[in-house]
């Protein structure tokens, strides 16, 4: 029986003097900080590997990974791999090493959420929110102020009788663009109340700025107008029973929304642990208290432990069978837009929503994949390949991710176990790198065990 690799896993330094470094463990003299940084621009390397790249569903046995500068600068067998000039040496001793995942929808309230997400091997995430605060945070991330994943934020518009961030002409629609991508927002997600009139508008400024449109189905122009005019990403499945569907678990029109997504070549994020979530907690208020006796509830923010219990998820349905039903109608559009072509991406609506924990609810979103049909390489797709060749479509700039390959960002996650045959191996973390810098499993939860000690309640707002 292979022994758990937490029992014999070992770092070696060579180049960095005055170390004392003991088997399981990053730790030396120096501050910690200063060896992370140094780990992240010098050459160092990951051996005795066993690579899923995801660029394609394979094992690569027994490979070394060489990492500088934040990026994998080489890999292959380790037998034929020299890594006796590295500053660093991580033996993996025939352990799964995957990309980071990426969690493509949440909504980021405190800085005490960062790290929940990096601790669950989840090294981007993309912001669906609107506040300025993100864009500092975004900065502090890439420098190692603050530690967590890449942060990518969308600048929200809604139109007259929305939510916020209600914008009530074409005009001020327009503006809100231009405003989005001089601050340097990375994407600008509609909202449903926005008039036909102020979509087309969003639409045109959006193009002329070079920035990609997210969101929901908009109600007011119809879906297969915002695809057709460019619209890339829809945030949520249910999206498509709001709109084409007409508010039915229509079966017969599944073909349709396929056709239109795949051709309007739109990405799709199924939201399935959301909806699921909520459904669980749908007139059940006895359902949210439980959330709190899970073992994640110690990482909660003390805001959401209100915020969650005063959450509308908890009164009576209209919908014909309750929102149970729709959960498994959604598993079957989900099912059928990944055999139609269509391009998935992992997205959890964390942490504002009851029960939808941040970091770790990447893990039940792929879950609920595999439950819907998807095999375990396609659902861990959604977190890896697909996210990765989303942003190089519309952030071209951004690091490559979501692959192991030469040249990617050295974006990492060390597992016991493979999750190509069970996805349950994501909850058997040794350690996750992101940008080249490494944290065991057992730093992070120390890391957050002194940050929810003093909880700073350092809100967005």
């Known amino acids: ?75 292959g067998p380790s037998a034929e791999v020299d890594v006796s000039d590295l500053v660093s040496v991580i033996d993996a001793g025939g352990a799964h090493l995957i990309p980071g995942m990426a969690d493509m929808h949440v909504h980021l309230r405190f800085e005490e959420d960062l790290p929940l997400y990096l601790a669950s091997g989840v090294t981007t995430v993309l912001d669906l929110g609107a506040s300025r605060v993100l864009l500092e945070w975004r900065d502090r991330l890439v420098e190692e102020s603050l ?21 009530n002409t074409v005009e001020s629609a327009r503006k809100a663009v231009k405003n989005a991508s001089d601050s ?56 498509f029973v709001y709109s084409i569907f007409n508010f039915q678990d229509n079966r017969s029109r599944i073909p349709d929304a396929v056709d239109l997504v795949r051709r309007t070549n739109t990405y799709v994020i199924p939201n ?35 915020n969650w219990r005063s959450g509308n998820y908890t009164g009576n349905s209209n919908i014909a069978g309750g929102l149970t039903n729709r959960v498994q109608f959604l598993k079957e559009l989900t099912l059928a837009f990944q055999q139609g072509g269509v391009i998935l991406l992992a997205g959890t609506d964390s942490p504002t929503i009851p029960g939808v924990f941040a970091g770790s609810s990447i893990r039940h979103d792929l879950n609920l994949m595999v439950e819907a049909g998807l095999t375990p390489f396609q659902a861990l797709s959604t977190a890896t390949r697909n996210a990765g060749q ?25 597992l016991n176990d493979n999750p190509l045959v069970d996805l349950l191996a994501l909850e058997d973390q040794i350690g996750v790198m992101k940008s080249g810098i490494w944290r065991t499993a057992e730093e992070m939860k120390s890391h957050l065990n002194k940050l929810y000690s003093t909880s700073s309640k350092s809100d967005v707002n």
């Not at 007259?160 to 209600?166: A, C, S, T």
């Not at 669980?280 to 994640?296: A, C, H, L, S």
């Not at 989303?390 to 060390?414: H, N, S």
């Open 184 to 239: 340097g927002y990375d994407y600008v997600k509609v909202y449903n109340s926005l008039s036909k009139e102020q979509f087309d508008g969003i639409m045109e400024e959006a193009a002329a700025h070079n920035i990609t449109v997210i969101g929901h189905a908009v109600r007011s122009p119809g879906l297969t107008h915002s695809l057709e005019s460019g619209q890339r990403l829809i945030a949520h499945a249910e999206e």
């Open 1 to 75: 029986m292979k022994m758990k690799l937490r029992l014999h896993f070992f770092l070696v330094t060579i180049l960095i003097s005055a170390c004392d470094l003991q088997a399981g463990s990053l730790q030396s003299t120096r501050d910690t900080q200063d060896v992370e940084q140094s780990f992240s621009n010098e050459a160092h390397a990951l051996i005795h590997a066993n690579v899923i790249p995801m660029d394609r569903e394979t094992v690569l046995e027994d490979y070394t990974v060489v990492v500088e500068n934040g990026l994998i600068v080489a890999m």
């Open 272 to 306: 399935l642990s959301a909806f699921e979530t909520i459904a669980r907690q749908w007139g059940r208020p006895d359902v949210v208290e439980t959330f709190f006796q899970d073992d994640r509830a110690a990482y909660l923010h003390p805001f959401y432990h209100d």
């Open 390 to 414: 989303f942003l190089a479509e519309t952030r071209p700039a951004f690091p490559q991710i979501g692959v192991i390959k030469t040249g990617a960002a050295a974006d990492l996650v060390l």
């Open 147 to 167: 530690i967590g994943p890449r942060l990518l934020v969308s600048y929200f518009i809604d139109g007259p009788g929305g939510r916020f961030n209600v914008e």
